[in-house]
């Protein structure tokens, strides 16, 4: 027993070095900042952090607020809100701020999944060098090396290996764990995994079922009893059912029909499917990718790199199919190999793409297209299914490495020959995913006005117009992160949200965010009286009565200009920001 334990946290450790070295340039940034190329998605992600901590130690935490989109706020339900994640992290969100706390998020994110990944093959190998490199596997695959450059609550996947285990637990009749308890722990996880992202959450239950199913059919097709696993399964279930949907039920409700909810998708839908050929072609994303596939690569996804995840490599692939056959009488080969081929088919989308060119309509028609018609199916993106892909590949080369190993110790009394002979059909495996780490770094201009004593001169709850305006395409998001850095001191209008007033550009179209949206990218409309009206009128409805603005930079000198002709007098300068307070809008 000492000696699992012991293990279990050497591959802990593992984990965490790999994760810790994947972000090392943001842990050794001497300034705040985000993985490079990705977007406004990490400010926001630092934001619900802030969020999180602010609104639990301020004693009111809600499904919506007003902090942001001043006087309207948004559903915090229909936004990656990452609740758990922040839960996780609220000791270093107060303790070292928002920016450390992020910083945390995204290395347990990496580490954790890995983690659960091993939790998940240790419980189907007897050798546990096998779900160490499984575990190691899933966390350097590309489906988390896109995510993590980008995404936290696509990226913390460590409950989906959790619940295929409880169903692992259901299944297998050598089990001491009441059905009920298993049902209490599916509960949890379902929650948990609801308050991290909905979407994975829809599509692990998509998959669960499809586990399920499978499950059945194998055991069927063996003749062998299912009664009572079913009766296991529905009594679990059941418990799941009651517990889960007491808890959720309201914040379901709030995510359909409650304030700001979002009406359908709140930006036209992206066809993100993977290509049939991504599962063999290697991105800019690993170390090793010739010119010549990178290339090709670039066109997958729409070109969305970060999205590109179902990459696992020839190796790989053939340790998946020779397994499949190999191991095809271990009912859990089986079921795996089958829910892995499943998945990724489910990835592909509702129509064939093949090297960046789609079949024609009619000719490359996939069940993916059933998916849309069921509840939350359209909200689940498709390519995000090669995660369960990637999970079952390293589930496969695990049960591989430990029959293997078995194998050669059958045949040879040398333990250095068995070993090396496993370890180096590991090896063939992984070294196409090694990741091009460490995640480069793109700096987030934060004035010092937001981390200093100096943000204390505004008052609480004071409404802020901002500049850069708070958007999607705005600064890597760095407005948001101004105000999670101040911890939530004050509010502000615009931002970068979901919500059912949205555009494509996820923000209010107001004509204070087109002028200064024109002002940022250098197309400063004139200031008629027209519109200096018309923005008057919107800063009067969202109560604004104080201006900060980053006067740095190329557009900065641009939006202090603008602004200080739009107010009528030129403001203070406090630790690198332009502040106009006490400002009257009549």
Known sequence: MLRRYWRAGLAVLVYLLVALFAFSHLWGASAPATQANSGPDPGQ??????????????????????????????????????????????????????MNAYYTAVTIALAGSGVACYALIRRLTRWWGAALIGGLAFEISPYMVGQASQHIHLAFVAIPPLIALVLYELCAPRTSLRPEILGLILAGLTIAQFFTSSEVLDSTAVMAVVTLVVAALVHLA??????????????????????????LAYPVWYAISGPQHVHGLASPPVPFRADLAGIVVPTSLQALAPAAA???????????????????GVPLVLVCIIGAIWLRRRPVAKVTAVTMAVAFVLSLGSSLTVTGSTVPPGHGWLPGRLLYHLPLGSDVIAVRFSMYTALGAVVLLALVLDQLRVWVAERTRIPVVRDLSTLAVAAVCLIPLVPEWPYRTQPVPVPAFFTSSAVRSIAPGTNVLLYPYPALAVDVGAPMVWQAESFMRFRIVGGYYESGDNNPFYTRYTRTYLTLQSVYVGLPPTLTHALRAEIFAEMQQARVTMILADPSGPAGPRGVAFLTALVGRAPARVGGVAIWRDVSWR
Not at 296 to 312: A, I, R
């Open 45 to 98: 992600s630092i934001w619900f952090l802030s969020y999180w901590a602010w609104s639990l130690v301020h004693g009111h935490p809600t499904l919506s607020t007003a902090l942001v989109n001043e006087p309207h706020g948004f559903n915090l339900i229909d936004n990656p809100s990452i609740a758990f994640p922040a839960l996780l992290v609220l000791p270093v969100t107060l303790l070292a701020g928002p």
């Open 222 to 247: 063996a003749r062998r009893p299912f009664g009572a696993i079913a009766e296991r399964v529905g009594r679990a279930g059941a418990v799941c059912v009651v517990v889960a949907g007491g808890v």
């Open 294 to 312: 990178v290339h090709m690569s670039s066109h997958f996804v729409e070109g969305n790199l970060q999205e590109n995840g179902s990459y696992l």
